[in-house]
């Protein structure tokens, strides 16, 4: 990841030359389409790194490690955005304390929220009521997703954090379509073989569409004792970190469960900023040190997402 020689041959997709791609309108496409094709082109190449957060299974933690991700990043000092993709269950805004958050426009196209320095996007923020339902078909994900990709004005990102539902269905296809070249996925389990045994399929499912695996985090690995920090194991450990072995994939790491996490998360605030010296936060600097390499800062000196 720390090579940036595939970010800069993107950027020729989105040049005014006549040899880019995103130049040249294709025989079969209509010019509305040609348009939005390169709209969506411009956007992306002012994002460096695009990586997907993945679990074959719900109830992993996959939201809450791709929320401390996109916060460890920033506290690193890499300038973020947050794409929460998860059509019928955002919970994005939730974990950030962002539920009463509006999206409003301007000459750019949609402004994210901006969380101090943190820029996120859901589709919770363009719900009229957070208990309402959203009752989509495949076409109609897959253009909302569009719209974030190709309207929402980003700006220039070394990092886009994207959250994906469980599974392998409309959501995460239509983000590995849209854009084209993604870094990677990060994948989500648990360690108990009932939740590993997903993870061979969102392997799978991203060797059929060429998306490099960065690796696979176990979540819920062992208990954290909210008083001296030692990490208990309580259910079956190394599920994770077999599977990886299994698939030929890296493994990047355990986190444990901490009731710290749980409250953080209810109360709007990443636990990262709250406690970055506790045994999540030593896991997330493990694993950001091998999705982005050693030019990131340690993120016990960083400062919470907040400010706004």
């Not at 919770?124 to 253009?143: E, H, S, T, Y």
Request: aromatic share 2%; glycine share 12%; proline share 5%.
């Amino acid at each position: 990841m720390e090579d940036d020689s595939r970010s800069e041959t993107r950027t020729c997709d989105t040049c005014e030359e006549t040899d880019g791609s995103a130049s040249r309108r294709k025989e079969d496409e209509t010019k509305e389409a040609f348009e939005d094709r390169r709209k969506l082109q411009s956007r992306l190449r002012r994002i460096r790194h695009k990586i997907v957060v993945l679990s074959g299974k719900g109830g992993v933690g996959k939201s809450t490690v791709a929320v401390n991700l996109a916060v460890a990043l920033m506290m690193s000092g890499k300038r973020v955005g947050l794409l929460d993709v998860d059509i019928h269950g955002p919970s994005i805004p939730t974990m950030l304390g962002l539920e009463q958050e509006t999206i409003h426009g301007s000459e750019e196209g949609l402004l994210p929220i901006d969380i101090g320095g943190l820029k996120v996007m859901s589709l919770g923020f363009l719900l009229r009521n957070q208990d309402d339902a959203v009752i989509w078909r495949g076409p109609m994900k897959m253009g909302v997703i569009k719209q974030f990709l190709k309207d929402v004005a980003w700006g220039d990102l070394d990092y886009l954090i994207i959250d994906s539902p469980p599974g392998t269905g409309d959501e995460p296809l239509s983000v590995c379509q849209l854009i084209g070249m993604l870094d990677g996925a990060v994948i989500v389990t648990t360690p108990q073989r009932v939740a590993t045994v997903d993870v061979r399929k969102s392997i799978t499912f991203c060797r059929q569409l060429h998306v490099p695996v960065l690796g696979v985090v176990e979540n819920m690995s062992g208990f954290a004792c909210p008083k001296c920090g030692e990490v208990t194991q309580i259910l079956p450990s190394g599920g994770g970190k077999r599977i990886a072995e299994e698939m030929n994939v890296p493994y990047l790491g355990a986190i444990p469960m901490d009731p710290k996490i749980a409250a953080a998360c209810d109360s709007g605030r990443a636990l990262l900023g709250q406690d970055s010296a506790s045994p999540m936060a030593r896991a997330m600097n493990d694993i950001i040190t091998q999705i982005a390499g050693d030019g990131t800062r340690d993120i016990s000196s960083g400062q919470e997402p907040g400010g706004r």
